[in-house]
């Protein structure tokens, strides 16, 4: 690792199209100053080259959270320590470097509004942060613990609960004061021991929420599951919809209509059904709330993706990883693969960089350009031909913060 100037050569996927042979010189400012195509015209120091080298914007997980927890597990995700959720995650967060992430964003956790911080002063290496600290939602929602007296889980909660538009006014401006830079809200509750999702906040309480996140200057977005939920969010003038389960060609309309970016979440309902080690403290529903999880989730990952490539939609990458054993923090592009059996390797990678940059409020990055952030990722292989060659072990160098970091050379330090 070093101060960087320097020039990449290889192939090159700029956000948009690919470029079979060029080069990316990087300045001592930590900007792009130069791309380039064809045959490297002149000659410079510091090049480096490879024989099968493919050059890309460095990734971004739209859509995770730092809980430095080991289970898919609500409880734990609420009861842990402060302390060792960040220790966690100071590892989690050289993970997600060295497997080409230079930009995620966490929806909803007590640490990283820190590790942000941490990492632009340069205590830790990692990727940026694009925090909501912690999340909203109704009390007595999808993730409160129900069985805790209502102030204990009220504390524990890594969401602030608030009722009526004011409360939620008054909790938007509380995040924004402890370093938000993302409005996250719970518009539906989830699965929890297999109930049905039910609608959360009020229409009045969803759009308080956007209008006074706006009024701030940050993007608000929304754990959406279910029809109601989701006309709400499109109403409320939200700015992405997380998950989306339910998604039907009409909503899925709207969706485009508004100009909402859609983060389907795939992977993570994929990790839950490997999930083992649950504490299972939260209530069960009996009769008719039960729902057929399983159906629900299938059809999410098939049918309601096709219905939104099939529309249009803005799809970008988020894993909802948590940092748990089945869905740890350096093998979140899995979600480009499972994206790319749908979208093709091309979108699924502008999902994850271009497309996703543009979703979360990135200026000046996500692309390969001159004058944006030299924030990029370098792979041996082709990922438009195997799009395994995206996945962490064939990542070679990242470059983040004007800093290049030789991947081969950390694998070797512990
Ligand atoms: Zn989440």
Do not use: L, M, T, W
């Given at each position: 690792m070093k101060d960087v100037e320097r020039c990449f050569k290889g192939r090159i996927f700029d956000g948009k199209d690919i470029i079979e042979e060029g080069w990316v010189g990087i300045g001592n400012d930590g900007l792009i100053s130069e791309v380039g195509e064809g045959k490297f015209a002149h000659s410079a120091e510091n090049i480096t080259e490879g024989r099968d080298l493919t050059i890309l914007p460095g990734l971004i997980d739209a859509h995770m959270h730092f809980?430095?927890?080991?289970?898919?597990d609500i409880a734990e995700w609420n009861l842990i320590s402060g302390e060792l959720a960040s220790v966690r995650s100071v590892t989690d967060m050289r993970n997600l470097l060295m497997a080409g992430f230079t930009t995620v964003r966490d929806l909803g956790s007590k640490t990283a509004v820190h590790l942000a911080q941490a990492e632009i002063e340069g205590d830790i290496i990692g990727p940026s942060v694009i925090a909501s600290g912690h999340s909203l939602a109704q009390t007595g929602g999808n993730d409160d613990l129900k069985f805790l007296p209502l102030e204990m889980a009220k504390s524990l909660s890594y969401s602030y609960y608030c009722d009526g538009p004011w409360e939620c006014v008054s909790a938007v401006r509380k995040v924004i004061r402890e370093g938000a830079t993302v409005i996250k809200v719970y518009a539906s509750g989830g699965f929890a021991a297999g109930n049905r999702p039910l609608p959360n906040l009020t229409f009045e309480e969803l759009k308080a929420i956007v209008d006074e996140g706006h009024r701030s200057g940050v993007k608000v977005t929304a754990h959406a599951y279910g029809e109601e939920a989701l006309n709400n969010v499109i109403d409320a003038g939200i700015d992405s919809i997380e998950h989306g389960i339910g998604l039907t060609e009409d909503i899925a309309e709207r969706i485009r209509k508004a100009g909402i970016y859609y983060i389907p979440t795939m992977s993570v309902y994929m990790a839950e059904k490997n999930n083992h080690g649950r504490l299972n403290l939260l209530p069960r529903i009996r009769g008719k709330s039960r729902v057929n999880r399983s159906e629900i989730i299938s059809r999410h990952v098939t049918k309601e993706i096709e219905i939104a490539q099939d529309v249009g939609l803005k799809i970008v990458m988020g894993t909802d990883f948590v940092g748990a054993k089945n869905s740890?923090?350096?093998?979140?592009t899995i979600e480009i693969e499972r994206l790319s059996k749908f979208l093709g390797p091309e979108k699924a990678l502008k999902s994850s960089t271009s497309l996703a940059a543009d979703c979360i409020g990135l200026d000046k990055a996500g692309r390969i350009r001159k004058g944006y952030s030299a924030d990029l990722v370098v792979v041996n292989g082709n990922p438009f031909k195997d799009i395994v060659k995206i996945s962490k072990n064939a990542v070679k160098y990242v470059i983040h913060g004007s800093r290049i970091f030789d991947i081969d050379a950390m694998r070797k330090v512990p």
């Open positions: 809980f430095g927890c080991r289970y898919e740890r923090h350096g093998d979140n």
